[in-house]
């Protein structure tokens, strides 16, 4: 029986529960970021997030939406977890926030 996952998606009561509460598509994309970061290292997410997140630009606004908000929510439960790590989890945080929210004013940026 499908259900409706955490990311809003819908998968079965099992898969969801095991991973996290998420659907197969949103499980695999995180998945995926956990590799690369594990095999090249953070400065190579961030260049990922550069390249996929705003040249190749997803399906739907939507999509895009609902995925970059459960990355800020992965993040920020990180910048709890690994306190070592705060300043890169900050360059991560502010970088997907300025995917939602983009600056219209370059003041904002200094």
């Not at 996952?5 to 898969?15: D, E, K, L, N, P």
Request: glycine fraction near 4%; proline fraction near 3%.
């Amino acid at each position: 029986m499908l259900w409706k996952t955490r990311c809003g998606h819908f998968a079965t009561r099992s898969y969801a529960d095991a991973h996290g509460g998420l659907c197969r598509k949103c499980h695999a994309n995180f998945a995926a970021l956990v590799e690369l970061e594990k095999r090249y290292g953070e400065d190579a997410l961030v260049e990922y997030w550069y390249s996929a997140i705003l040249i190749n630009l997803p399906e739907s606004k939507e999509e895009m939406k609902c995925f970059i908000s459960h990355l800020i929510d992965f993040y920020q439960q990180k910048l709890i977890e690994m306190p070592s790590k705060q300043r890169y989890i900050r360059k991560m945080l502010y970088m997907l926030q300025s995917v939602l929210e983009p600056a219209s004013d370059v003041e904002t940026l200094r």
